[in-house]
């Protein structure tokens, strides 16, 4: 996997005000200028767009000082913007621009809100970018960025630096980077299925508490059930009674009120009868004597009665007002119990309601369980495949760098041996010379050109060598692209996972 950089855009980005584009023409590009023209803005902003985090490697105390801050003439912006494009970028990107050959990377940073990343004009992470430059061998802190006393410092590196350098070199950085994430989607997923555990556990109680719920629910419903038909019916018997003791009372109350009627009138009546006979026996005084004991004594019988009937009409009322207090009772406690009724019959709607959802959380445990533990076996699975991948991978560049190294000796080698052949010829040719001039001997004629002819056979297979070097040394890197792409796509399809 390869891309080439076709230029650069800065715009806002330290001595850069105006925006500026740099050409990278093919072959060796140079930029030259005097001492403050801002080359080694150009080098940084490259390294900025490329993903670089540390405002300390930008010359800055904050990662905003790289946006113009203004001169004496010229106002400070508050927006910085780097843009690189590549050509030849197939496979680089991410999706959805994993197949764009052409790829528009900017980076742009604006005071108080920080800096964010876009490729082709849809914004990614950070990380996207910085891995993205990783598998191409190239970064903002890539061995290919070689800056001022590197080269010392490379010389008296450890040999772990080194071997970091010789990884990045290889292609494997982007690897070790793609192994990290899949390592932090492992652990996110094992974090999750801890989660999920513990909430299925919690929810297991849960469920064990409302099932205990629902069955004293449903004992309370059924033992409701049964009050309030006995309530009902007990209700509906005192009503009954109530009603039959209120007619009674009535019935009592209309006879006491017509008894007392017909007595009044017997009284009246016997009242005139006793005025008459009063008047017919006036002129006899012992006949009008018996007249009036006969009057008075139906006078005192009508009073009693009278009396009487007035004793019974009172009970008659007080049975009738106590029979309209006891309806009236009975009444109220009809309402109030119509009232638990409804009360009862809400919290049997509100227990089924509360049981629906149990039933409906504990029918979701199951599928919820097989999708997370689904997941961990996918996160699993693309971990170690991105780990075989990146071990293979890692492998394959130690032998092609072992190779590419071999090679060079050889070809090292070779450019030695044909070198000394050369000079060797050339001593040849200078004593053949000096041979024709003083007219040797003919045999050492003989021999000097048999050593001329050796001469050249082992010149021949120097170049040879050097070719087969040479051709070692391409299909190396050949084997290297193409381990490469299939780690590359072996990290796409645990990623996908």
């Not at 905003?64 to 910085?80: C, K």
């Not at 192994?179 to 652990?187: G, Q, S, Y």
Request: aromatic share 2%; charged share 30%.
């Amino acid at each position: 996997m390869r891309a080439t950089l076709a230029r650069l855009r800065i715009a806002g980005f330290k001595s850069f005000a105006e925006t500026t584009v740099v050409e990278v023409l093919p072959g060796l590009t140079g930029i030259v200028g005097p001492n403050g023209c801002g080359k080694s803005n150009v080098v940084e902003a490259l390294r900025w767009a490329m993903g670089e985090t540390s405002a300390r490697s930008m010359r800055g105390g904050e990662m905003e000082d790289v946006i113009f801050a203004g001169t004496a003439t010229r106002p400070g912006r508050n927006l910085a913007e780097v843009t690189l494009y590549l050509e030849e970028a197939a496979g680089l990107a991410p999706p959805p621009h994993a197949e764009a050959e052409d790829l528009e990377i900017s980076r742009k940073i604006a005071r108080g809100e920080g800096s964010s990343f876009r490729v082709n004009g849809r914004e990614v992470r950070a990380r996207d970018v910085q891995t993205m430059f990783a598998d191409i061998g190239s970064g903002a802190r890539a061995s290919a960025m070689v800056s001022q006393g590197k080269v010392a410092a490379m010389i008296g590196a450890k040999p772990e630096e080194r071997r970091q350098v010789l990884e990045e070199a290889a292609g494997i950085s982007g690897l070790r980077a793609r192994r990290h994430e899949a390592e932090l989607k492992l652990r996110q997923a094992e974090s999750n299925l801890t989660r999920a555990e513990d909430l299925l556990g919690q929810l297991d109680v849960q469920r064990g508490s409302l099932q205990r719920q629902a069955r004293q629910a449903n004992r309370y419903r059924n033992l409701s059930g049964l009050v309030r038909a006995a309530e009902a019916e007990w209700l509906s018997l005192l009503r009954a009674r109530a009603g039959a003791a209120l007619t009674v009372a009535r019935a009592a109350f209309d006879a006491a009120a017509a008894t007392t009627r017909r007595a009044e009138a017997e009284a009246e009546a016997a009242a005139i009868r006793s005025f008459e006979a009063e008047k017919a026996l006036a002129p006899g005084p012992t006949g009008l004597r018996e007249a009036e004991a006969r009057t008075r004594t139906a006078l005192e019988r009508r009073r009693v009665e009278s009396e009487g009937l007035e004793a019974e009409e009172r009970r008659a009322r007080d049975a009738l007002e106590a029979a309209a207090a006891r309806l009236a009772q009975i009444e109220r406690d009809l309402a109030h119990a119509q009232g638990v009724e409804a009360d009862a019959a809400a919290a049997e709607r509100r227990l089924a309601a509360e049981q629906a959802g149990l039933d409906a959380a504990t029918a979701s445990l199951p599928a919820r369980l097989e999708a997370a533990e689904a997941a961990l076996q996918e996160a699993a699975e693309a971990a170690r495949t991105a780990e075989r991948a990146a071990n293979l991978a890692t492998e394959e560049a130690a032998a092609l760098a072992a190779r590419v190294n071999a090679a060079g000796a050889e070809l090292e080698a070779a450019g030695q041996r044909a070198r000394r052949l050369g000079g060797q010829r050339t001593a040849l040719a200078a004593e053949h010379e000096a041979a024709l001039a003083t007219r040797v001997a003919p045999e050492r004629l003989t021999a000097a050109a048999a050593a001329t002819a050796a001469a050249e056979q082992d010149f021949t297979a120097a170049r040879a060598a050097l070719a087969e070097a040479e051709a070692a040394r391409a299909a190396a890197q050949d084997a290297h692209a193409a381990a490469r792409r299939e780690a590359s796509g072996a990290e796409a399809e645990a990623g996908r996972a």
